[in-house]
């Protein structure tokens, strides 16, 4: 009997034990240890640029070089500038890092940033819905939208889509961007010719070989500065709506944190309007 009323307490106090709760000082998990599904839930990347960058000390900026006053690659020197060249200079040095320039095309650029070949995308980039789907993009820089572009003798001619979607007018676009989605979205009687080269296609036009380029009424202003003969349209009332920001990795929250709050003080505090202002005014 003492045998079975001995057995029947132990029995008891298993059961206790095996209900309790774990001990206060259970070890919590040890750094890198997978963490559970509902604490991988809105937590940023692993590795993200903004550790990468001043680690690496390099800051890999694609940018198409051929789109002035925004970003420009001379050929014979092998440099680049333009506003949002000086604008990666000073992320870089923000970030310790030097800037690393890796060439791409309007049609690639969101590819190539996607790829991993460049940490960011710069050199007067739109903000578009499809783009969005690939590539975060930061806070904008500035607001823009598309304006024509003529020779001066012609800008009464060519002041709204009407007027220049007409059989006879010879329109010019650039392969690969928004331009060209907005000119093939709009011009449907004039002749449409894309022209590979956009660091001379605004020659196309002051040769007479087109009439008119429908562009961000910002080129417009700079080509026109740099081209006595040739005259922005209504750039304070252009056909569209777009704003230029930063393309970067869709997933990486905390770079993208970070390269905003640089934007937003950038923007504000005088610096980007300043760049701009060399180059347009």
């Given at each position: 009997m003492k045998r079975a009323a001995t057995l029947s307490a132990l029995a008891a106090l298993l059961t206790l034990?095996?209900?309790?709760?774990?001990?206060?000082?259970?070890?919590?998990?040890?750094?890198?240890?997978?963490?559970t599904p509902t604490a991988q839930r809105g937590r940023h990347p692993a590795a993200t640029l903004l550790d990468a960058v001043p680690?690496?000390?390099?800051?890999?900026?694609?940018?198409?070089?051929?789109?002035?006053?925004?970003?420009?690659?001379?050929?014979?020197?092998?440099?680049?500038?333009?506003?949002?060249?000086?604008?990666?200079?000073?992320?870089?040095?923000?970030?310790?890092?030097?800037?690393?320039?890796?060439?791409?095309?309007?049609?690639?650029?969101?590819?190539?940033?996607?790829?991993?070949?460049?940490?960011?995308?710069?050199?007067?980039?739109?903000?578009?819905?499809?783009?969005?789907?690939?590539?975060?993009?930061?806070?904008?820089?500035?607001?823009?939208?598309?304006?024509?572009?003529?020779?001066?003798?012609?800008?009464d001619k060519y002041r709204t889509l009407d007027q220049i979607d007409r059989p006879g007018t010879k329109v010019v676009v650039n392969p690969g961007g928004t331009n060209e989605q907005f000119a093939r979205a709009h011009i449907k009687r004039a002749t449409l010719t894309v022209h590979p080269d956009n660091t001379t296609i605004f020659d196309e036009i002051i040769a007479g070989r087109a009439d008119v380029m429908m562009t961000d009424a910002s080129e417009t202003r700079y080509q026109a500065k740099i081209h006595p003969e040739l005259c922005s349209v209504h750039p304070d009332k252009?056909?569209?709506?777009?704003?230029?920001?930063?393309?970067?990795?869709?997933?990486?929250?905390?770079?993208k944190e970070y390269v905003d709050q640089w934007v937003h003080l950038a923007t504000h505090d005088g610096t980007y309007r300043t760049y701009e202002d060399a180059w347009m005014k």
């Open positions: 034990t095996a209900a309790a709760p774990a001990p206060a000082n259970t070890p919590a998990p040890t750094p890198g240890s997978a963490p680690r690496r000390g390099v800051l890999r900026v694609c940018t198409t070089g051929d789109y002035r006053p925004f970003s420009y690659l001379d050929g014979k020197t092998g440099t680049y500038t333009g506003i949002d060249i000086q604008m990666a200079q000073d992320l870089a040095k923000s970030l310790d890092a030097k800037p690393r320039y890796v060439a791409t095309t309007w049609a690639k650029l969101v590819g190539d940033l996607a790829a991993g070949r460049c940490d960011i995308g710069m050199g007067g980039v739109s903000i578009t819905l499809p783009r969005a789907r690939a590539a975060y993009f930061s806070e904008p820089t500035r607001t823009d939208g598309k304006t024509p572009i003529v020779r001066c003798a012609d800008q252009p056909f569209s709506f777009s704003e230029k920001a930063y393309a970067l990795p869709r997933g990486d929250d905390e770079f």
